[in-house]
Each structure stands twice: as C-alpha cells, then as structure tokens.
C-alpha cells in the first residue's frame, strides 16, 4: 500500500528555534514536494525535489529550505521559525512512470510557532 | 494571475441530493490534468478524480464525475447521492505538461462542502 509519512502530527516551537519536518515515502517516487496549507488560501508550494540533491522552489520559499539525501526522504527545514510560520505542512509524492502524476500526500504535520 | 480557481468557498447539500463544486482553470498549455482531492477533518488528502485535456468523455469515479467544459476552462466536481461522509474540503488542482515543472500541482483555495441530514 502506498506510504507518506510525516515525522510529527502536532509540533509546539519556539520563535528562533531550527525546526525540521521529515518525510518518508515508500513507493520509490521520484518527486517529492512541500506544502502549507492556510485557511483561505488552499495548498501553497513551498519546495519540491525531481531527484536526490536536487531541488526547486516553489511559490514560497523564503523562510524555508529543504534536503533530499536519500530518495525516500525530504526534509523541510525551517532555519529560526517565526510566527508567520505557524501553519499545516503536507508532503507529497509523485512519480513519472506512473501516468496520472497524482501525488500522494502524508498526514500533515500541524506546527504552532510561539 | 491563479491558475486555479475555486469560487465557493463554502457549499451545503442535504443527504442524497446532488451537490457541483466548480472550478475553473487558466494554462496555455495544451496538454494537462485537472485533479480533484478530498480532504476531511482527519487532514489527509484523497484522490479523487482525474480529467485529461485529451480526453473525449468526461471522468467518472462512482458518485463523483468531473464535468468538463475545455471551452469555459471549467472542470467542476459533480457528488451525486451526497452522504454524510462527504462533508470535507475539496481541492481543484491541475499540472501542466510542459515546462520544466513537471509533476507540479497548482491547487485552488478549496470548497468546504457540509452535507446535512
């Protein structure tokens, strides 16, 4: 059975802090991408990844960086979390040898920054 | 300019009767896919329904069809037999062949859809 997880459900954090947001996939994707979700706002793009090492940005990048050193894993990394960072993030993978791209997203990871 | 957009942002049906959630689209390219996902309280995302601009018939998947308008860019989820299940967010999202972005969605605001008894 298709498999994304995310590390953490629910993440309390401290303005400044370095917070990184991990996923896992299982089913040898190639593509892996990072969302926010905001109320209003639908599902932004923050990062995505074709490949290990390599990456590109999204729509909203700043304020967010990202590493793929192995094929199954794509970490978000907040490098001093802010405020305006509090926020549901979602991973997703998809592959080009399946036909559809559809992505298939982990559970989230809902982050409070304080 | 958004390439997805979602105009409602929220919808009511009552159990059984049918509920269209619309959703229109802005590319210039000729080859795409039009997505639609679920996602209820829980937050995970579910795939639903998938459109390609090539294709001759509308998408069908059980209760849910896309109706697919390529003219008026539209691509709008039809739920029919609403359930009570059904109540959820629903996301529009489409990628675009061309271009270096292969694989990327771009994803409406999303329709909260409360199905009532």
């Known amino acids: 059975d298709v498999k994304v997880t995310q590390s953490s459900r629910y993440l309390v954090k401290r303005t400044g802090e370095k917070v990184f947001l991990e996923c896992v996939q299982d089913?040898?994707?190639?593509?892996m991408f990072w969302y926010r979700q905001d109320p209003g706002l639908g599902l932004r793009l923050i990062y995505f990844?074709?490949?290990?090492?390599?990456?590109e940005k999204g729509d909203i990048p700043e304020g967010y960086s990202v590493s793929r050193e192995k094929k199954e894993r794509f970490s978000l990394i907040l490098e001093s979390a802010s405020t305006n960072q509090t926020s549901m993030y979602l991973c997703?993978?998809?592959?080009?040898?399946?036909?559809?791209?559809?992505?298939?997203f982990g559970p989230g990871t809902r982050l409070t920054v304080t | 300019a958004q390439k997805i957009t979602q105009t409602q942002p929220g919808m009511f049906v009552q159990e059984k009767e049918a509920v269209t959630l619309d959703c229109t689209y802005d590319?210039?390219?000729?080859?795409?896919?039009l997505f639609w996902y679920k996602q209820p309280s829980s937050g995970e995302m579910i795939f639903l329904i998938y459109?390609?601009?090539?294709?001759?018939q509308n998408a069908t998947e059980g209760r849910y069809s896309l109706n697919f308008q390529k003219a008026r860019k539209s691509a709008n989820l039809v739920i029919s037999a609403s359930q009570l299940g059904d109540s959820a967010m629903y996301f529009c999202?489409?990628?675009?062949?061309?271009?270096?972005?292969?694989?990327?969605?771009?994803f409406g605001r999303g329709t909260q859809l409360t199905v009532w008894p």
């Open positions: 459109q390609g601009s090539y294709d001759q």
């Open positions: 089913m040898d994707h190639e593509n």
């Open positions: 997703a993978s998809s592959s080009p040898r399946q036909g559809l791209y559809e992505q298939y």
């Open positions: 590319t210039s390219d000729p080859s795409y896919g």
């Open positions: 990844s074709y490949d290990v090492k390599m990456k």
């Open positions: 999202a489409m990628r675009e062949r061309g271009g270096s972005t292969l694989g990327r969605l771009y």
